[in-house]
C-alpha cells in the first residue's frame, strides 16, 4: 500500500511561480509511475504530466508544456512539480496519483491506483 501527500498548495499572482511536492510513505516510489492531475470547479480532473520513477520518462500535457517541470528525488522519496509563469486556468486543486510501473505513461485519472488529498493552487490575475 502506498499513500502519497501533496503539499506546496498556495496563492500567486499570475506570471508567478510555486512548488508542489509528494512525498510517499508506507513504501518507497521505485517501480512505481507517478502524476499530477488537477481539477477545477464544475470541470473533470484534467492530467497535467507523469513521469516513471525508473527511468525519468516525462510526458506534459499541452496545457501546461514548457511552464511546468516534473522531478524526482530518490533520496526523499518525493517528486515534485515545479510550476513557472503560472496563469489563473491553473486555479484548481492539484492531485498526486500512483500506479505500478507499466511499460507506457497513463494519462487517465482511473489508470491510476492511489491519491493524495490533493492541494489548492490559486493564481490571480
Known amino acids: 500500500q502506498v499513500q502519497v501527500v501533496e503539499s506546496g498548495g498556495g496563492s500567486v499572482q499570475a506570471g508567478g511561480s510555486l512548488r508542489l511536492s509528494c512525498a510517499a510513505s508506507?513504501?518507497?516510489?521505485?517501480?512505481?509511475?507517478m502524476a499530477w492531475f488537477r481539477q477545477a470547479p464544475g470541470k473533470e480532473r484534467e492530467f497535467v504530466v507523469v513521469?516513471?520513477?525508473?527511468?525519468?520518462?516525462?510526458y506534459y500535457g499541452d496545457s501546461v508544456k514548457g511552464r511546468f517541470t516534473f522531478s524526482r528525488d530518490y533520496a526523499k522519496n518525493t517528486v515534485y512539480l515545479e510550476m513557472n509563469s503560472m496563469k489563473p486556468e491553473d486555479t484548481a486543486v492539484y492531485y498526486c496519483?500512483?500506479?505500478?510501473?507499466?511499460?507506457?505513461?497513463?494519462?487517465?485519472?482511473?489508470?491510476?491506483?492511489?491519491w493524495g488529498q490533493g492541494t489548492q493552487v490559486t493564481v490571480s490575475s
Open positions: 496519483a500512483a500506479r505500478p510501473e507499466g511499460s507506457y505513461l497513463p494519462r487517465q485519472p482511473e489508470d491510476y491506483n492511489y
Open positions: 508506507g513504501r518507497t516510489f521505485s517501480r512505481y509511475t
Open positions: 513521469i516513471r520513477w525508473s527511468d525519468g520518462n516525462t
